[in-house]
């Protein structure tokens, strides 16, 4: 498969190293962080459109906060297998695991771009993952292990309209101790789109939030 290295010039990459030091930090309170987004999260896995029995990938897992909606649509047969960076918040994930006996879920700590999968997947949810939005060897890693026709669904903070300074206010307090690069905040699905069909992208929470949905198609587009 062709690599892609950019849509748009990217100045500041993410870099590894400050976000394992950031989640490492915000391990013990994400889960409480994250509580007032949650029925973004609840709303973009309902468009994941889950059947029982699906693979579905978590890239940027976390905690795995997603894990119980995600067992919910998927029932005993299914299998969740999360990616996540940072040993701490794949710490947190596996203690959830445990915690609640769930079978069929997996757990791998590495970055988006080289962790260690197999076999292709039926869907995969990006939630609240900019960084790996912003890194094309990634999405060439995870949709390689798709199955073509996969639904793919990406949330995350965006820029506002310019005029809306408030709204842009709080991305950037958000973005600054989530995100290692703000670059791409203005169309953050741009690289993930180059290889889904049906896109479809719109904007809620007075436009700080996006919310991508699309089907791999298979290769990347040349565009």
Not at 31 to 44: G, K, N, Q, Y
Not at 45 to 50: D, Y
């Amino acid at each position: 498969m062709t690599k892609r290295t950019s849509v748009a010039t990217r100045h500041h990459p993410p870099k590894v190293d400050a976000a394992l030091e950031q989640y490492r930090l915000r391990a013990h309170g994400y889960d409480a962080e994250l509580a007032p987004f949650e029925p973004l999260r609840l709303d973009a896995i309902k468009r994941l459109q889950l059947q029982g029995g699906e693979t579905v990938l978590d890239v940027g897992c976390g905690t795995g906060l997603s894990f119980e909606p995600l067992k919910a649509a998927l029932g005993e047969r299914g299998k969740i297998i999360g990616i996540e960076l940072c040993p701490q918040m794949l710490g947190k994930a596996r203690d959830r695991v445990k915690a609640k006996g769930w079978k069929g879920v997996s757990l791998v700590n590495g970055t988006a771009d080289v962790a260690p999968l197999s076999g292709q997947a039926d869907a995969a949810i990006f939630h609240f993952t900019h960084d790996i939005l912003q890194q094309p060897e990634a999405i060439d890693h995870i949709t390689r292990h798709l199955k073509p026709g996969a639904r793919v669904v990406a949330t995350g903070l965006q820029w506002a309209a310019p005029w809306a300074w408030p709204v842009n206010l709080f991305v950037w307090g958000a973005a600054m101790y989530s995100v290692t690069t703000m670059d791409g905040l203005e169309k953050p699905w741009s690289t993930l789109a180059t290889y889904l069909q049906e896109l479809e992208v719109h904007s809620t929470w007075m436009g700080s939030i996006f919310v991508a949905t699309g089907t791999w198609s298979g290769r990347p587009s040349k565009a």
